[in-house]
């Protein structure tokens, strides 16, 4: 394919391209982009915000807890989410635990049924209203962990009832217990399909992060606001941000394009 | 991915290239700059002349501070959906450069920064209110307030407070370094934790890890081990009613309003005003 594809002179695609770059570059030299003025200016307003006193700094730190936080929410949401879907799954498969079951579905139902931002300022300000040596970095891991935890757990449930139920009838005939067939057949197939989405859960957790400067963390799109007040700037801090995240969330997804083609090609084999 | 590379290298060539042809040349063509441009003249409406022409008006102002309660009564009821609140000042004096509201009412001293540093804004001469900046606690919590109220009148005595509210009326914000002001972290005897919104110039800025303003200093003089969180402006209330700080700090101007919900130390800063920044090709003595 690419082989053909660089043998040609020109395709459709190349024309867009070209035409999309000739259509941006009329506008920049419109705009007055090419003036040496405008690149000194780009230039001392970039070294205000961001080289002045160390002020990059202040975007690493950010970031250093945008991961923190989107890292162990994603570890509590796995392993609340893997719970919460086996209970569900079990119950619908004949195990009798309605309690528990109801529990699971009222979980999940609250907490995908309301915005995050919502559960976050619950979680700081009524819930642990009165935990103030409590790092408030842990308060939104809880928070932002549940809510995945949530959206995970109808993950998994998806990736459970993927599998085809003669796995689960022939681990039981083999005179395997429901919870060994469960753990041992069905939750490491299930697991092999749904890495993709978790990895894209991941993703969305880390944009859905950018909120906690609500409850006085300084994530990464706080940290960006923190510089706006100083400088007195808009575009430059947002536009920073907003390039940051999009670098993070490309890298992540190839990373899953790859891991899809990885585990599609073992299942394969 | 190889031709959009192609692109980019070639849109990278053309501008470094450009960028040295006009190098030498004297081009005046208009600049990116959004502080150096003065945004275009507005012909259709007439000036500002006078606080009461801005009583129907579209008003930016920071959400929960007096500059809304101010902008609120000066629309009054047939025009209060011409407010805008926002979070940051940042976002409302964008949103005054970009036109989408005529003026934003806020703080004299925060203000008087931006116009410093921002072209072609103004401050109205005729301020819209004078009132009191004081610390709010929680109501009943008498024993943390009667002691911050003696700190105060002790600092205000042997003259740290004037030394602070010198150091930032005076000097450059960018000066300042955060590492100097101690914060008696190792103290014994507990720790006095407090709730502030770090956009406030010069009263309480985020820098680096650390806060400067004057509000921190005067804090950090008062506290024994002084721990700030950084929250948003609204939250404030809610923080120090829930307990979650033992007091907000934020150039917190004192009303009959908030007095219901909390309690005031005595007053620190006195005459401080609100005012109406407005663009200056907008406004007319």
């Known amino acids: 394919m690419t082989m ?30 090419f003036t040496a003025e ?26 250093r807890s945008t991961i923190f936080m989107t890292s162990f929410a994603t570890l509590i949401g796995l392993v609340v989410g893997v719970i919460v879907s086996v ?58 962990g549940l809510n995945s935890g949530a959206y995970i757990a109808e993950i998994f449930r998806g990736g459970i009832g993927s599998i085809d139920r003669g796995q689960m009838e022939a681990a039981r005939s083999l005179g395997l217990s429901y919870g060994t067939s469960m753990r041992f057949v069905i939750l490491p197939q299930a697991i092999r399909n749904v890495i993709p989405m978790l990895f894209n859960e991941f993703i969305v957790l880390l944009k859905e992060t950018s909120v906690a400067g609500y409850i006085g963390i300084d994530d990464l799109t706080r940290a960006g606001q923190n510089i706006q007040a100083l400088t007195m700037e808009h ?31 073992s299942k394969r084999g | ?16 290239g450009s960028y040295y042809y006009f190098c030498d040349k004297d081009v005046k063509t208009f600049s990116l700059d959004v502080n150096a441009k003065s945004p275009a003249p507005i012909q259709t409406q007439a000036k500002l002349k006078n606080i009461d022409n801005l009583k129907n008006q579209k008003l930016a102002a920071q959400r929960g501070t007096v500059g809304q309660y101010i902008a609120e009564d000066l629309l009054g009821e ?28 806020m703080d004299e001293m925060p203000a008087k920064r931006f116009v410093n540093d921002v072209k072609g804004l103004v401050i109205m001469k005729q301020e819209l209110s004078v009132e009191n900046y004081a610390i709010g606690f929680k109501k009943g919590n008498a024993e943390l307030l009667n002691r911050v109220n003696q700190a ?75 721990v700030i969180e950084n929250m948003n402006f609204d939250a404030l209330p809610m923080a120090v009613s829930t307990g979650k700080v033992d007091m907000i700090c934020a150039g917190i101007t004192v009303t009959d309003e908030r007095k219901q919900n909390m309690d005031f130390s005595d007053d620190y800063v006195e005459g401080a005003k609100q005012v109406a920044v407005v663009l200056a090709d907008d406004y007319e003595e």
């Open chain 1, 4 to 33: 053909r594809n660089s043998n040609n002179k020109f395709s459709r695609g190349d024309y867009f391209l070209w035409a999309f770059a000739v259509i941006i570059l009329v506008l920049l030299f419109q705009s007055g982009f």
């Open chain 1, 38 to 63: 405008a690149w000194q200016d780009f230039g001392r307003r970039f070294y205000q915000n961001f080289v002045y006193q160390e002020r990059y700094m202040m975007l690493v730190n950010g970031l």
């Open chain 1, 87 to 144: 209970i569900r799954v079990a119950h619908e498969g004949g195990v009798h635990i309605p309690v528990l079951n109801a529990i699971a579905n009222c979980y999940v139902a609250a907490l995908r049924g309301t915005p995050v931002m919502v559960q976050l300022l619950i979680w700081n300000f009524t819930v642990f209203a009165s935990a103030r040596d409590l790092n408030t970095q842990y308060i939104a891991i809880l928070a932002f």
């Open chain 1, 235 to 265: 575009s430059q801090p947002l536009l920073m941000v907003a390039l940051i995240y999009l670098v993070i969330v490309m890298f992540l997804s190839s990373l899953v394009r790859r891991l899809e083609k990885y585990l599609s090609r």
């Open chain 2, 1 to 16: 991915m190889k031709k959009l590379l192609l692109a980019v290298l070639v849109l990278a060539v053309i501008g470094v």
């Open chain 2, 78 to 105: 047939e025009n209060k959906n011409l407010l805008t609140t926002f979070e940051k000042y940042v976002d409302a004096i964008s949103a005054l450069r970009q036109q989408k509201v005529r003026a934003v009412v």
């Open chain 2, 152 to 226: 105060l009148k002790d600092i205000k005595a042997d003259g740290t407070l004037n030394k602070i509210f010198e150091k930032y009326y005076n000097g450059d914000l960018d000066k300042i370094n955060p590492a100097e002001i101690d914060f008696n972290l190792n103290a014994t005897g507990g720790k006095l934790v407090i709730g502030t919104e770090a956009g406030f110039a010069p009263y309480e800025l985020r820098v680096g890890e650390s806060y400067i303003g004057i509000d921190v200093e005067m804090c950090a003089a008062i506290a024994k081990a002084l």
